[in-house]
Nanobody
Framework: QVQLAESGGGMVQAGGSLRLSCAAS????????MGWFRRAPGKEREFVAGIRWPGGSTAYTDSVKGRFTISRDNAKNTVYLQMNSLKPEDTAVYYC???????????????????WGQGTQVTVSS
């Protein structure tokens, strides 16, 4: 069993920054992906960013490119999402997700992701 624990959400003014963390515990795998999704009220769940083991290749949705950066700490099995230049449109519940397997960068955007965290609220005020 794999458990994911998100942290780092909160409220910030437009133009500010937040850093989300997702720590994985339980079983480990040689090849897997971890990523971030978000869901705003009344909208579909959206892929935000992902990263894979091995190699560390990353993928981003177009709306966050240049503003968000996903990174990993291999020793801690932890993924981070550094969010800069935040906009009110970024307001959403952010979910960490993971799955064993080897995915291409393109496939990383859709998964499937087998494990999900409970989510952390990010609110960007204008």
């Amino acid at each position: 069993q794999v458990q994911l624990a998100e942290s780092g959400g909160g409220m910030v003014q437009a133009g500010g920054s937040l850093r989300l963390s997702c720590a994985a515990s339980g079983r480990t795998f040689s090849s897997y992906i971890m990523g971030w999704f978000r869901r705003a009220p009344g909208k579909e769940r959206e892929f935000v960013a992902g990263i894979r083991w091995p190699g560390g290749s990353t993928a981003y949705t177009d709306s966050v490119k240049g503003r968000f950066t996903i990174s990993r700490d291999n020793a801690k099995n932890t993924v981070y999402l550094q969010m800069n230049s935040l906009k009110p449109e970024d307001t959403a519940v952010y979910y960490c997700a993971a799955s064993p397997g080897f995915f291409t960068v393109t496939a990383m955007k859709v998964g499937p992701y087998n494990y999900w965290g409970q989510g952390t609220q990010v609110t960007v005020s204008s």
